[in-house]
Every structure is written in C-alpha cells, then in structure tokens.
C-alpha cells in the first residue's frame, strides 16, 4: 500500500478510534487515517460519528469523493478509495461491486496520473545550508543516509551493537529482518563526519526527553518514527529555504529518498558494488558476494569524500600532492648526492681565488 501518513493530530471521531484498534500495523492505521481524513475534508463532513448515524449514501459520496480526487496520482487515488471502502463494508455499508462498477464505466472515476514528481538530487552546498538548520539527531541521521546509501526504514531500526564506529571506514551491518522485503542483509560503510556526528548523538541521547516527555531510551541509535524523521527532514529544509514542491504533485521535490540518489550518482564505485551497498537484492549475490568485503571497504575510502558534506577533499588532488611530495624526496636525495661534488668544486674555487691574489701582487 502507498504510504499515506497521517499528521499526528487527534482523532475527534469516537467511531474511528474505535474502528482502528482492529488494525495491528501501524503504517496501515496511518493511512486509514490519512485516507478518512481526506473524505471528511472533501465532502464537508463535521463528524464522521454524525455522518455514519445517518445511514449515508455510500455510492452517491463515494462518486462525490471520487470527482474530488481527479489529478491526484493513481497510488495514491487506489488508496484513498480502499480504504473508505472498507470502513464503509466494517461498518455495514455495502458499496456493491455493481455499483462500483458502474461509477467506473460512467466516467466518475477520476482521471489518473501517474505520480510524476520531478524530484532532483541535492548538491552538497544545499545539504550544507539544510545541516545548519537541523539539531544533532537530525545531523546524524541525514549525514549517515547521504554517506551509506541505507533506506529509511532500514535506518530507524539500527542498535548501536550493529555499528563498528572504530572501523575504518566507519560500517554497520543492516539485519535481514530490518530489510525491504526481509532479504538484503548487508553491511555499509559511512563517512568519518558521519560517524562524529553519530557519536555526538549518542553521547547525550539517553539524557534527552521527547517532546511526550519520554526518555530515548532505546537500543536503536535513530530512536524515532519515519513520520519524525521527515518532520525533521522537512523542517530543516524549510528553514533553509530549499522546501520546495512539485507543482504538479505538491509533493516535496527534495524529500528523505533524494539522498540515496545523492548517493547513488556521487559515489563513483562499481555500479554493482553501488546497488549492493544500496540494498538492490539482485546486487547481493553477484560480484559484491564475490568480492572481498576488505577491497569494498578501501574503495569506499577512497570515494569517501564524495559522499562527504564537510570534509570536501579531491582524491586527484591528493595524488597529485602525494605525488608532489615524493618528487621532492627524490630531488632532496639528489641535492644530497651531490653535495661532497660540490664541496670539492668550492675547494677548487678558493684555491684559485688565493694563487689568482698572489698573481696579482707580484705584478704590483
């Protein structure tokens, strides 16, 4: 199902509340939520425990609800009418399939698109001007998806046993069970700005409370929902000025999935070794299985600074420095070589300098 999450505001309908304890997953009360929320904005409706009261007429507001989605992309139409669907069948009232069908042939179902947001890759100056605004656990978060690559999902769920913050490069190994689909299990590598950032957060983590009072006393180093961290995404992004929407879509066109394609296109390994690190599971057991994870590792330093933020290094300019400074140990050791040729021809020099005196004084 699309994900449609629902600000985390109050339900006021008794009959709603009601109606999502019957649902265990969390993303799906979300989107009910989302979803009935929508309807009751569309159609006008002050109270759903008022409207359901009334024995409505479900195909007439369902053709009212329809009409008022047309131009919204179609995952996100197919959800929407799903989910009022069931809470229309939950609650005895039957949209019949003949007459769904029939809204279908008559032109009611609204015109779709398709979920086109033209959304683009960050730069590092724009990550740079986003980080000024966000707080610590927000820095760390950020810094680590641009740097590694890692989903969202896979990230909320990482526990500090999973980080080796004293490798080099810095890696965490991401469990099978944290995973899209449950397949994927791998271990990515993350910048040293990255890791300082981490450590920062971890260092006064269990000390701070959440706006609901709540300690972060918790095992996951990124201890918040995938609602939070968009809040925060989304936050930063509008402080500094970069918050912007697809005119089309009104979606964000900077939103959390941008920075895996930062990663992606900045940092310049193997391409199958890029879709591994990412999590692309037909990547998995290809040449990243076939390579040793120590070879992976010194190529990832070495691109490091690519997927780096603050510390901006050109890898050709420090060959070209390292390079540099082995010619000018070459040249010193020359100049060294040379130097007793040298001090034999200054010996010569002030011999003839004293007999070209002595010429000169007996001609006097």
């Given at each position: 199902?699309?994900?449609?999450?629902?600000?985390?505001?109050?339900?006021?309908?008794?009959?709603?509340?009601?109606?999502?304890?019957?649902?265990?997953?969390?993303?799906?009360?979300?989107?009910?939520?989302?979803?009935?929320?929508?309807?009751?904005?569309?159609?006008?409706?002050?109270?759903?425990?008022?409207?359901?009261?009334?024995?409505?007429?479900?195909?007439?507001d369902m053709k009212r609800f329809l009409q008022s989605l047309n131009g919204r992309p179609s995952k996100t139409i197919a959800a929407y009418t799903a989910a009022v669907k069931v809470f229309f069948t939950d609650h005895n009232i039957k949209l019949e399939d003949n007459s769904w069908r029939k809204l279908r042939r008559r032109g009611f179902m609204p015109k779709r698109v398709r979920a086109e947001t033209r959304d683009k890759t960050p730069t590092k100056a724009m990550l740079k001007k986003i980080l000024n605004y966000a707080d610590i656990k927000a820095r760390s978060m950020i810094l680590f998806l641009v740097s590694s690559g890692a989903r969202i999902g896979e990230t909320l769920q990482l526990k500090k046993e999973?980080?080796?913050?004293?490798?080099?490069?810095?890696?965490?190994?991401?469990?099978?069970?944290?995973?899209?689909?449950?397949?994927?299990?791998?271990?990515?590598?993350?910048?040293?700005?990255a890791r300082d950032a981490i450590k920062d957060w971890l260092q006064i983590k269990d000390k701070l409370k959440k706006k609901n009072g709540k300690k972060y006393m918790d095992s996951r180093v990124f201890g918040w929902s995938v609602y939070t961290a968009r809040f925060m995404w989304n936050t930063a992004c509008d402080k500094a000025g970069i918050g912007k929407k697809d005119n089309n879509t009104s979606?964000?066109?900077?939103?959390?999935?941008?920075?895996?394609?930062?990663?992606?296109?900045?940092?310049?390994?193997?391409?199958?070794?890029?879709?591994?690190?990412?999590?692309h599971v037909e990547y998995l057991d290809e040449?990243?299985?076939?390579?040793?994870?120590?070879?992976?590792?010194?190529?990832?330093?070495?691109?490091?600074?690519?997927?780096?933020?603050?510390?901006?290094?050109?890898?050709?300019?420090?060959?070209?420095?390292?390079?540099?400074?082995?010619?000018?140990?070459?040249?010193?050791?020359?100049?060294?070589?040379?130097?007793?040729?040298?001090?034999?021809?200054?010996?010569?020099?002030?011999?003839?300098?004293?007999?070209?005196?002595?010429?000169?004084?007996?001609?006097d």
């Open positions: 199902m699309v994900k449609l999450v629902a600000p985390k505001k109050p339900i006021q309908d008794q009959i709603l509340k009601d109606w999502l304890t019957e649902f265990n997953n969390k993303n799906t009360r979300q989107n009910y939520v989302a979803a009935l929320r929508k309807f009751k904005k569309n159609l006008g409706i002050e109270s759903l425990d008022t409207y359901m009261k009334n024995n409505p007429d479900a195909t007439k999973d980080f080796e913050l004293e490798a080099d490069p810095p890696r965490v190994h991401i469990r099978a069970e944290y995973t899209k689909g449950g397949v994927g299990q791998r271990t990515v590598y993350f910048s040293y700005e979606r964000r066109i900077y939103h959390l999935h941008t920075l895996r394609k930062f990663f992606r296109t900045q940092i310049g390994l193997d391409i199958d070794v890029i879709h591994a690190l990412m999590g040449s990243y299985l076939r390579q040793e994870q120590s070879e992976i590792a010194a190529a990832y330093k070495e691109a490091m600074p690519r997927v780096s933020i603050y510390q901006i290094e050109d890898v050709e300019l420090k060959r070209s420095v390292e390079q540099l400074k082995q010619e000018n140990i070459e040249l010193k050791s020359q100049l060294n070589g040379q130097r007793p040729e040298m001090r034999q021809l200054r010996e010569e020099l002030d011999e003839l300098r004293t007999i070209l005196k002595k010429v000169v004084k007996q001609e």
